[in-house]
């Protein structure tokens, strides 16, 4: 397994000159927490990663400072051609890929391994399960409880039931008396159990299955032996059959050997010749203990008495064996015996690998779900305030249907959590939760983006192709967010998937069907955009089946102390910092502020305010002078409000104004200069009238 088979292809770069604060910005746009250096050529320089970013601000370091200043150099790397045990010896969440000549062609990341580990056990399962299908007997296993936990293919044609059908019941449920649940409370083995399954006379050897000396499971290994003796007790014309039964001994897996009363042998299998490396010319006509060691074949002819199921050690290995006498009108004419498993301890080691194979794919398969699914569910959405409780009842009638859901509200306020929670809640949980932030992909790769693209569709196209947010978001949820930003001939294909649940990839001839529940979100008034021609009137309509509107924070003021001290427990408790509080004082500040910025603005302001505040008890005089001055004795007088309100909306007018001037009137440029997001600019423009 390569390197190049799993690794991210062209990740996100910052270049050494970047600054810190942008580097904070593309982290949160590509919901990435690292990304690799690079110099105008792609040659690889250093990496930088979200504790970079905190060690420069609680070091005091501006937020222009450049990453260079901050990277990590000389960065572990590994290249595309390289086996994957080598990065899994690493030991690092993430590495840069690159070339010989140094320069950066991917990224493996946590994920990609996890992915590599899952398909690499997954593998491992699927040949070890088609080795058990294959054995000539019914191998069953159950765990510590009892639930079968593996039932191979040949017990499914003596039980009569599907391994699907069996698989998490209790072994009692499904064979009475197996004796399997006395091997789990005692640890010792039992063998020659003579039991009838369905219309089968079986013989189970059970042994225990042990990991680090504890008893994990039993195992059970069940032989039919009614075909055998049925067709012993049916030779009557020795001639007429002599043919077929030499056609069956031959074809066997097992060792078969047959004797005469007197135990001089008559049939010798080609498996028993290969075992002992005997030639059947030089054992028919010898007395069996001549030729096998330990038998007792010559002793059963005698008795009459079949022994099944018992330990024989031939050749120094523990195998086991059964002999049968065959009659014939009463009397004994001979009998067979035949070697079940030549080798009883490989067959329980293959059981216990099974079984921590199957933990171990269990496992991976859990921790995929988290990383492709929701990570915030209701109990995240904190609020008491009506309108809050509101959005949260609705939402969680919406959650339990599959129609579309489009949340609006203002930036900041919360709309891709409220997403995950609708999603975790939903009958889709167990399904993946896609993301995907339609103003930030260009508007050329958002169609490979959503819908992803076959091997040579495009020039620099991933080979074998790259199946899109649509695809892997097949039986689960798909968000799209700032969906008022997507451009209006992508509307069009995205309209098409809504009401046809098919897809198909850029350079495919083929459609795709996908199950997909859409949430959107928006923090525009998308019926105005309709109104404008920049957003389609029937997608509008088929987004907007349920709507949820959340309430900025300054009109659910009495959730603003609550908020406040739910965070600074959350942060401190993340960055390990002894708890704090806001002092009565602080907190009216807080809900005297407007937060323009919702919930995120002050989730930053409580993370400052860890991070430079030594004091337990965090007091007015330590907040921000933003939030302070804004408190003045005169602050609720509406003359002094509406003053405030106006010099703002001036001072930000003359900002735009001046920012248009610099950038030449490119809406792009004028928009880095003033460190927002160009839908934002527009936005802005359009309320002040300067479009």
């Known amino acids: 397994m390569k390197v190049q088979k799993y690794m991210t292809p062209d990740p996100v770069t910052l270049r050494p000159q970047d600054s810190i604060f942008l580097a904070a910005k593309t982290f949160l746009a590509h919901h990435v927490d690292g990304a690799p250096i690079v110099d105008e050529r792609g040659l690889l320089l250093g990496l930088i990663t979200k504790t970079h970013l905190y060690q420069a601000m609680t070091g005091g370091l501006p937020l222009t400072t450049t990453v260079e200043r901050v990277m990590t150099t000389g960065v572990v790397t590994v290249s595309p051609d390289d ?245 014939e009108d009463n009397r004994i004419i001979g009998a067979v015996g035949k070697v079940m498993f030549k080798d009883v301890k490989d067959l329980r080691a293959m059981a216990e690998r099974l079984h921590a194979l199957e933990s171990k794919v269990e496992y991976y398969e859990t921790e995929l779900k988290k990383i492709r699914g929701s990570k915030y569910t209701f109990d995240h959405i904190v609020g008491t305030s009506g309108k809050m409780l509101a959005v949260k009842n609705m939402a969680l009638k919406a959650a339990q249907g599959h129609s579309n859901v489009l949340i609006t509200g203002e930036s900041g306020t919360g709309k891709e959590l409220l997403a995950h929670a609708i999603h975790h809640a939903s009958p889709r949980a167990s399904g993946p939760f896609i993301r995907l932030n339609c103003a930030a992909i260009p508007q050329d790769l958002l169609e490979a983006e959503l819908f992803g693209y076959e091997e040579g569709a495009f020039t620099g196209a991933r080979k074998r192709g790259k199946p899109g947010k649509f695809e892997l978001a097949n039986r689960g949820t798909i968000f799209l967010d700032e969906i008022g930003d997507m451009p209006l001939p ?159 909306c001036d001072t930000e007018r003359s900002s735009l104004l001046e920012a248009m001037e610099k950038a030449g009137g490119n809406k792009t440029v004028a928009a880095r200069i003033l460190g927002i997001h160009r839908s934002t600019l527009y936005d802005k423009l359009h309320k002040y009238g300067l479009a």
Request: proline share 3%; with cysteine; net charge negative.
């Open 83 to 327: 086996d994957l045990d080598k990065v899994f010896s690493l030991a690092v969440k993430r590495l840069p890929v690159v070339d010989k000549e140094g320069y950066l062609v991917g990224m493996i990341t946590a994920t990609d391994l996890l992915t590599a580990f899952y398909d690499k056990y997954r593998s491992a399962v699927d040949q070890l399960q088609a080795i058990l299908d294959s054995a000539y007997n019914g191998i069953i296993a159950v765990d510590r409880e009892g639930k079968i936990i593996l039932f191979n293919q040949k017990a499914e044609l003596l039980v009569g039931c599907s391994a699907a059908e069996v698989k998490g019941l209790r072994i009692t449920e499904v064979i009475p008396n197996n004796g399997l649940m006395e091997v789990l409370q005692t640890g010792e083995p039992r063998t020659g159990q003579r039991l009838v399954v369905g219309s089968t006379t079986v013989i189970s050897d059970r042994t225990p299955i042990t990991s680090q000396g504890r008893v994990i499971g039993a195992l059970a290994v069940f032989q039919d032996v009614s075909e055998l003796q049925k067709a012993m007790e049916e030779l009557v014309d020795v001639r007429k059959f002599a043919h077929t039964l030499e056609t069956i001994l031959e074809t066997a897996y097992e060792g078969i050997i047959v004797v005469d009363p007197d135990g001089i042998v008559t049939m010798f299998n080609r498996a028993y010749e290969d075992f002992l490396g005997i030639k059947r010319e030089e054992v028919i006509g010898r007395h069996v203990t001549e030729v096998i060691e330990n038998t007792r074949m010559h002793i059963v002819v005698k008795t009459g008495v079949p022994e099944i199921g018992l330990k024989q050690k031939i050749m120094g290995q523990e195998m086991v064996v059964q002999r049968i006498p065959i009659f």
């Open 490 to 648: 992508m509307q069009a294909k995205i309209l098409r998937v809504l009401q046809e649940k098919e897809i198909e990839r850029v350079g495919g001839v083929e459609t795709l069907k996908v199950d997909v529940r859409v949430v959107a979100a928006t923090n525009k008034d998308l019926q105005e955009l309709v109104e404008q021609k920049l957003f389609r009137n029937d997608l509008f309509y088929r987004l907007n089946v349920i709507t949820l509107a959340i309430p900025p924070l300054r009109e659910r003021n009495e959730d603003i102390p609550i908020l406040a001290q739910y965070w600074l427990e959350k942060l401190c408790d993340e960055m390990g910092i002894p708890g704090k509080r806001f002092a009565p004082e602080a907190l009216e500040y807080f809900r005297a502020y407007q937060w323009r910025g919702n919930v995120r603005e002050m989730i930053n302001t409580v993370e400052r305010l860890v991070n430079t505040v030594d004091k337990t008890v965090i007091e007015g005089q330590d907040l921000p002078a933003g939030i302070t001055g804004w408190n003045q004795a005169e602050r609720d007088t509406p003359a002094a409000r509406g003053t405030l309100e106006k010099s703002l």
